[in-house]
């Protein structure tokens, strides 16, 4: 079974930053692309910055210039650097990742979610 855990969320004053990391574990044989949503109360879950295997990079246009993903692929694990932070980045923050386990199976698994909330 592969669990993805996400940490790195808090408060912060617009302007601010804050680093999130997610963990890949368990079963994970490979990485595929990997990338980080989130969900604002009352709105859709939408894709914040993505990353592949090859290191490609793509970001919401909301979110260019001020976010940064970023892999340790030796430590199964995905960065989300997010500087000048505005109130409306505030919401949970989900990291995806499209995985190959030790049975060979390739499946899309998420985190459980961090919060991240962001004061004018």
């Known amino acids: 079974q592969v669990q993805l855990v996400e940490s790195g969320g808090g408060l912060v004053q617009a302007g601010g930053s804050l680093r999130l990391s997610c963990v890949a574990s368990?079963?994970?044989?490979?990485?595929?692309?990997m990338a980080w949503y989130r969900q604002a109360p009352g709105k859709e879950r939408e894709m914040v910055a993505g990353m592949t295997s090859g290191g490609m990079t793509n970001y919401a246009d909301s979110v260019k210039g001020r976010f940064t993903i970023s892999r340790a692929n030796r430590l199964n694990t995905v960065y989300l650097q997010m500087n000048g932070l505005k109130p409306e980045d505030t919401a949970v923050y989900y990291c995806n990742g499209n995985i190959k386990n030790l049975e060979g199976y390739v499946g899309t698994y998420w985190g459980q979610g961090t919060q991240v909330t962001v004061s004018s």
């Open positions: 368990g079963s994970v044989f490979s990485i595929n692309a």
